[in-house]
């Protein structure tokens, strides 16, 4: 690149880091905020809590990244057509093709980016949060109990406690126990924890007592300062971890196992991801020469470009949600997959055919950034 082009890419370069950033931030922000029964109910630490809202970035970075790069460039491309320094790119002999590149090599750039997250990084981190989700949900210590409330995490269990302290203590406990061969048990005590024992969770009871009525009716009562109660039928659970569409490889979703139930009923939206991966990160290439045809497709104007960046802005938010309602149309007509590559690319059609539908020659640009000076001093 010449100068003047490295310094359009560099003008370009931050605003889009920083848009990205703020936006990313917001979209982490609200995620966190759905993801924060993690922390409350169900007692995880703060490094689990912390690990899944990372986990989630790839996916957030992709839907992001196309409008960070619209905003920027609108802000950027705007400042510098104001300020009349495209203006001067112009008087020196420069194409628009040559003006615009800058813009385009970083709308490719970031392309590349979506599109390796999109294929690898974004599978392998929503794979990682549903495994840890699943652990957490298999978890003895978060699902046996619920602080007020009356939990059954197993058949003919129930379970109950006042409350638990921050050393994870738990205060006024009690379980009843229905027995396979009549009859049951019922433990109550003043605090207990769950620990682990030859690798298998169990739950110490300290200070409190257990009522045993058997299948005759027979009342046993008995006292302890300590009691351990096995877990370990409560963390053997036959369910599965079941990796979800958005979770999948592109080899898994172009060519699915046709001989799984799940995948056979399901091969048309696995068929849909797998195209959107590929056609997602042409929306940053899109978006950007709409941003450019904004500002770069009519005529100069001292006055700002407000009125065109706001229908050219209108008009991305309808494109990238006519690509989302495309890839959701896709899941029962496999032949309209086509349409999630057009959709993009169309709308980079146009944008190119804004930005040079007029011609700009030397002669005139020089004349424009004479007279803006004069304009501005007169002003």
Known sequence: MRLIERYLFRQLLGPTLLATAALVALALLARSLSEFDVLVEQRQSALVFLKIILLALPQLLGIMMPLALFVAALVALNRLHTEQ??????????????VISPAMRLAVIAALVSLVSGLWLQPWSARQIRETSFDIKTDVASTLVQPGQFTEPGPGLTVYAQSIDRDNKIQNLFIHQEMPSGGAS???????????????????????SNQQFSRQGVLQYTSFDEYTFDLSSLSHTDELLHYKIADRYPHELFFPDLTQDWEQR????????GHSRFASPLYN??????????VLGGSFSRMGYGKRMAAVGAAAAVVRIVGFGIQAACEDNAWLNILQYLAPLAATWWGLSQIFRQKVSPRRAGRMAKAAPALSGAA
């Open 186 to 208: 019922t433990y109550s005590s003043r605090e207990a924890e769950i620990a682990t024992r030859r690798g298998e969770p169990v739950l110490i009871m300290r200070h409190g």
């Open 85 to 98: 320094e495209i203006v001067v790119c112009f008087a020196g002999g420069m194409s628009r093709w040559a």
């Open 285 to 294: 290439i899109a978006l950007m020469t709409m941003a450019l045809a904004a």
């Open 266 to 273: 399901n091969k048309g939206k696995l068929l849909a991801e």
